[in-house]
């Protein structure tokens, strides 16, 4: 009895570790956009502002577009996200519902695609969408979004679909529901809570994607906030670090606002793909 006790307390402990280790730089980003330029000058910083304030985020959007650069990354974010939870969602099924030797290998080589840093890609995407008169475009650049948030979509999905019945179907089926009609009416709903999950996950990436962002954009008015956000940095690498930290603590809040509004679908749906029928 002592033994569990100690277990649990100890569970407890290393999850309230965790959470801390989380939750620190973010508290921290918050502290430091509030400081005046004295505080944040001080060779002993404090861990909350004396004087808060808040010409940092005054500042920041003098500096930098940063209400256009979070427009391009909220259309950037959302078009990918729908387009590959629309695109993943019927490749699911069939490869949760027929398991050839053919689904069986997709899996793998979805799982095995992740592995692939992006450097290997990056000479191959440009040359292709610089074909496509995509280069310097949010188009080309939701585009690439759907591609590399297409694989860990689809392997999020399968699980889920696994977890769905098929004794459901068959009833339908059995009750005269055609195919279509029991993939919108049974099937769907069950879905949506792995669906919801799948996109948010997909809309997180792709906001907070730099990389692709930086190589592909070109213009400052089709830059993404990430982008936007390394101008705060000087020639010599100095950070004007209130402003970034202003700035970061901004682009930190529609993540944040969706994942509130939408938990209880997220955990449903992750719950659900954690079972397996």
């Given amino acids: 009895m002592r033994t569990s006790r100690r277990a649990r307390a100890g569970q407890y402990a290393a999850l309230l570790a965790y959470l801390v280790f989380l939750a620190f730089p973010f508290l921290w980003l918050v502290s430091t ?7 944040l000058a001080s060779l002993h910083p404090t861990w909350l502002p004396q004087d808060p304030t808040l010409d940092n985020f005054r500042q920041a959007f003098d500096e930098q577009p940063l209400l256009r650069a979070a427009l391009n990354s909220l259309v950037a974010a ?42 290997l890609v990056i000479i191959p995407l440009f040359l292709v969408l610089k074909n496509l008169h995509l280069i310097n475009s949010v188009a ?4 690439v979004y759907v591609v590399w948030a297409l694989p860990f979509a689809l392997w999020m999905l399968v699980g ?16 005269g529901a055609g195919k279509v009609r029991t993939l919108v009416s049974i099937t769907a ?6 669906i919801v999950a799948t996109a ?16 592909l954009l070109k213009t400052p008015e089709k830059q993404t906030l990430p982008v936007v956000l390394t101008h705060f940095l000087g020639a010599e690498g100095v950070a004007d670090l209130g402003p ?13 606002v969706v994942f509130a509004l939408i938990q209880k679908r997220i955990t449903g749906g992750m719950l659900a793909g954690a079972v397996k029928s």
């Fill in 189 to 194: 709903p069950l879905l949506a809570p792995g």
């Fill in 244 to 256: 970034l930290a202003a700035a970061a603590f901004l682009a930190t809040i529609p993540s944040l």
């Fill in 160 to 175: 889920y679909v696994r977890a769905v019945p098929t004794e459901m179907e068959e009833a339908a089926a059995v009750d």
């Fill in 33 to 39: 956009a509030f400081k005046p330029a004295r505080e």
């Fill in 200 to 215: 948010l996950f997909a809309f997180i990436t792709a906001w907070n994607e730099f990389f692709f962002a930086l190589v």
């Fill in 140 to 143: 080309g650049l939701v585009m």
């Fill in 78 to 119: 959302l078009g990918a996200a729908v387009i590959a939870v629309l695109i993943a969602t019927p490749m699911a099924y069939v490869m949760a519902r027929h398991r050839t030797r053919l689904a069986k290998a997709a899996t793998g080589w979805v799982v095995v695609s992740q592995a692939f840093p992006f450097v």
